[in-house]
């Protein structure tokens, strides 16, 4: 076994006991096992927050595009401190909400604020659907860094099994502790490993930004403004996606959930005044991507950028830390993403719509047994069908952000009607899923998700108004 | 009762701002600051600014609950 596999089979085995050990002295409730029992401080909200908004996208993505496209990636650190801001305003009150009325789920505040259980299935069925190709993508980027971290050692097949094991191991015990407890490993090692590369990798090869920028603006200025490489994604792309995806990145089912686990309001709101701080990091990811430009030109797949960067400019144990700090900021994500995604179809669909007199017990038990169909199934499609899911991935983000208008106008608006929301998402939705499928995203050049949540929330607000003013079982 | 305007929403407005819409007008290369491109050096900076700026916003926010608090009987 070579040294690098070795650290990473360390860390990712040591990361997963301590998933384990975190939920042993917890009973086992819906309560603690989906929201960790409302009881998270600040420093475990931050490191669970922060492990989610860091998903291997990170590592491949951000750096990927910083090299394929150039400028238009500069709307990642915007669109997620835009994110923090929002969660600033709507968390807090969320929290209360989901504290008063004992709400575990997404789903659980839309039947709370709306009192439509048709909205509640509905939101829950969206959500999955867009958290499985999320799960399935983190798998793969999983397999593809520890295939080139281990020097072609172990398949990315063997990768993906075993991470799969470890994590359905730490999720089935602890549920959402275990998953946070897990994120200060992440973190720690995720941060080291993007600090001393990004830092580090342009320094090699230029002696430095300054003087990496130089040279990039002396042979490709078109590259570091909009629209970079991509004709298609220029300035009011880049605007109207940073507003789509800042809107969505808290309408995420996991991330409402998580959001639940807080022990106050108080806890939600620092932890927005601080997270903008970690958007840094992905600055320093594009450094590499854009070095990786200029010293490694012509790569055929831009996610590829960081790692062959890294294998070219590291020895082999330091490629061992950066595959294993990737396997564990792929199990974080994924295992907050299966958690949610089960308590949704068990509590959500199957007590929602089939069988609203199954007491927690059963929800329970039945949430914790969809961890693993549900992983096995996001397994499945990695393995055999790598890239089926791929078009389901496009709608991901554009169809949870579609959420918006329901969760904000449900939290602050009382002339807010069910029907209104109902349309709008159903509206929100179905365009998304068109624009995209039929290739209309960019739609005159702005992100077709975001014309998409303007015409849901404009039908959303219009059937309210035009609605008669009657009592309604809100939550405002 | 007058209606105040709630200081802590157009603290939040700012880097919606800086950091959306006033993209078009910063998407430049010049002038170099710090070795970084103009646009990129003003995303990060604006992205350092959020923090305090939400600070600032935390603080009303918690003078707010409190006001409230002592509103009720």
């Known amino acids: 076994m070579t040294l690098a596999l070795a650290i990473i089979l360390v860390v990712v085995l040591s990361s997963a006991a301590l998933g384990v050990y975190a939920g042993r002295r917890q009973p086992l409730s819906l309560e603690n096992w989906t929201v960790g029992g409302r009881r998270f401080g600040v420093l475990l909200i931050w490191l669970l927050m922060a492990g989610e908004i860091y998903t291997t996208f990170t590592f491949l993505g951000a750096s990927g595009w910083a090299y394929s496209r150039g400028a238009p990636t500069y709307y990642i650190p915007i669109y997620g401190t835009l994110a923090y801001v929002i969660s600033f305003f709507i968390l807090p009150k969320l929290w209360r909400i989901g504290k008063q009325r004992g709400l575990h789920t997404q789903p659980d505040f839309f039947v709370a604020a709306y009192g439509s259980r048709t909205l509640g299935v509905l939101v829950a069925l969206i959500g999955i659907v867009s958290i499985v190709p999320y799960l399935q993508l983190q798998l793969k980027g999983l397999g593809l860094i520890v295939e080139v971290a281990g020097g072609g050692a172990v398949s990315p097949e063997v990768a993906i099994s075993v991470s799969f094991v470890l994590t ?76 789509l995806t800042g809107a969505g990145f808290y309408m995420w089912p996991h991330m409402v959930g998580s959001a639940f686990s807080a022990k106050s309001e108080k806890v939600l709101r620092r932890n927005a005044v601080i997270m903008p701080f970690y958007q840094i990091p992905i600055v320093l990811v594009f450094m590499v991507g854009l070095t990786a430009f200029l010293v490694l030109p012509g790569l055929k797949n831009g996610d590829m950028a960081f790692l062959t960067l890294v294998q070219k400019s590291y020895p082999a144990w330091f490629l061992g830390f950066v595959g294993a700090a990737g396997a564990v900021t792929a199990m974080v994500p994924a295992s907050v993403l299966v958690l949610f995604a089960s308590t949704l179809l068990a509590k959500n669909v199957y007590q929602g719509a089939f069988n609203p007199k199954a007491d927690e017990r059963t929800v329970l038990r039945l949430s914790r047994a969809m961890v693993l169909i549900i992983m096995t199934l996001a397994l499945v499609f990695a393995l055999l069908f790598p890239s089926a899911l791929v078009n389901l991935l496009l709608i991901g983000y554009d169809g949870v952000s579609q959420f918006f208008p329901g969760m904000v106008l449900g939290l602050f608006w009382k002339r807010v009607r069910t029907a209104g929301v109902l349309a709008g998402l159903i509206a929100g939705f179905a365009l998304v899923v068109g624009l995209v499928f039929t290739g209309h995203d960019p739609l005159f050049g702005l992100n077709a998700g975001f014309v998409a949540l303007v015409v849901n929330m404009a039908l959303a607000v219009g059937i309210s108004l035009f609605s008669k003013r009657s009592s309604m079982s809100g939550v405002v | 009762m007058k ?58 926010e918690m003078r707010r609950d409190k006001d409230k608090a002592g509103e009720r009987p």
Request: aromatic share 16%; hydrophobic share 60%.
């Open chain 1, 168 to 243: 359905c191991a730490f999720v089935y015990t602890s549920g959402l502790r275990g998953s946070a407890w897990v994120a200060v490993i992440k973190d720690v090692l995720m941060i080291a490993a993007v600090g001393i590369v990004g830092i580090g990798v342009p320094l090699k090869y230029f002696g430095g930004y300054g003087k990496m920028f130089k040279a990039l603006i002396a042979q490709y200025p078109g590259h570091l403004v909009f629209p970079g490489a991509t004709p298609s994604l220029d300035v009011w792309w880049v605007m109207s996606t940073a507003l």
């Open chain 2, 3 to 60: 209606k105040k305007i709630r200081w802590s929403l157009v603290l939040g407005a700012i880097p919606f701002l800086t950091l959306v819409f006033a993209l078009p007008f910063v998407n430049r290369i010049e002038p170099v600051i710090l070795g970084f491109p103009f646009v990129l050096f003003w995303i990060v900076l604006w992205i350092l600014l959020t923090p305090p700026i939400l600070y600032a916003a935390y603080r009303l």
